[in-house]
């Protein structure tokens, strides 16, 4: 076989990018919905009835990530889920879903840090371990993908990006969703797989396990060490 030049990153199935093509100015990272909803207890995934020690866990490992892609100037985009205040955006089937929990509330109910999931209270915020800074776009969404119903392929296009390093919550969810329709755009993704948590340890497994099937379908997998290492030396 004909060795590959260019930079890669250590991943699995196949080293990512597939055609070494990593340098600062085509790839970025995306930080989805790291939000007080889904990292703070009285948000919307404890409301949910889940432990939410998963997604705080991940804190200290994406706040390594973002530090040395900001070190080595990588695009930086968030992500945040949420409706607008009279909920014009939320969907019959969505707002009975979200209350079909032990708690019985969801979008849109008030709890300790705001109503849940609406643009614009406590809960919706980015927590503050992880904040944006100026320049760094925050891309609201009022579904599970980053790609539906917001200008977030326009903000990449500009740029000239390429390749997509994902992470955060959940990884089942929201992150899963978003790197398909990444994927279905023509955008090389990697999953950042210990930078993302899900609600449960097996969803997160699961949905780890899913990237990887078929040669990496929706993309490759890799390990925090390994994506620090190639972008602290590549970019």
């Known amino acids: 076989m004909q060795e590959r030049k260019g930079c890669f990153i250590s991943a699995n199935p196949y080293n990512w990018p597939h055609d070494g093509s990593l340098t600062a100015t085509n790839t970025a990272l995306v930080i989805i919905d790291m939000q007080r909803d889904f990292c703070e207890q009285g948000g919307y995934l404890s409301h949910q009835g889940y432990d939410i020690t998963p997604t705080r866990s991940i804190i200290p490992s994406i706040q390594l990530l973002l530090h040395v892609c900001r070190a080595s100037r990588l695009p ?24 079909n929990n032990p708690s019985g509330l969801g979008i849109g109910d008030r709890g300790p840090l705001g109503r849940l999931l609406v643009r614009g209270e406590a809960g919706h915020d980015t927590i503050p371990e992880l904040y944006p800074l100026d320049g760094e776009p925050v891309v609201d969404k009022p579904g599970k993908g980053a790609f539906t119903n917001t200008d977030f392929e326009l903000l990449l296009k500009v740029k000239g990006i390429r390749n997509l390093i994902l992470c955060g919550v959940t990884t089942d969810v929201c992150v899963h969703t978003t790197m398909r329709e990444a994927n279905d755009r023509g955008y090389e993704c990697l999953l950042a797989e210990d930078c993302c948590a899900a609600s449960e340890t097996k969803l997160h497994e699961a949905a780890v396990e899913m990237v990887r099937t078929e040669g990496g379908i929706f993309g490759a997998t890799a390990r925090l060490a390994d994506v620090l290492e190639v972008v602290a030396q590549c970019m």
Do not use: K
């Open 76 to 99: 930086i985009f968030h992500t945040r889920e949420g409706h607008r205040p009279d909920l014009s955006s939320l969907t019959p089937r969505e707002l009975f879903r979200s209350r």
